[in-house]
């Protein structure tokens, strides 16, 4: 299905069968690692009071 594309392309992309299921296992590890790595300080807008306002405009308005 759609979902398995990305690992679909990572293998077809590396001819050695063992570097292509490397790279697959790393390229996972690596989603699995950021938000750890991730050091910052700064929040997001996400709680800022104008992209509040906006989004429930959005959802008022939908």
């Known amino acids: ?20 299921v ?4 790393f390229s996972i590890l690596v989603l699995m690692l950021v938000p750890m790595l991730h050091t ?10 104008p992209s509040q306002i906006l989004c429930w405009a959005l959802v008022a308005t939908c």
């Not at 910052?40 to 009071?49: A, D, E, H, L, Y």
């Open 1 to 20: 299905e759609w979902y398995f594309l990305f690992a679909y392309a990572i293998l077809r992309s590396i001819p050695n069968k063992l570097g292509g």
């Open 22 to 25: 490397l790279a697959l296992l």
């Open 40 to 49: 910052s300080k700064q929040r997001g807008n996400t709680f800022r009071p």
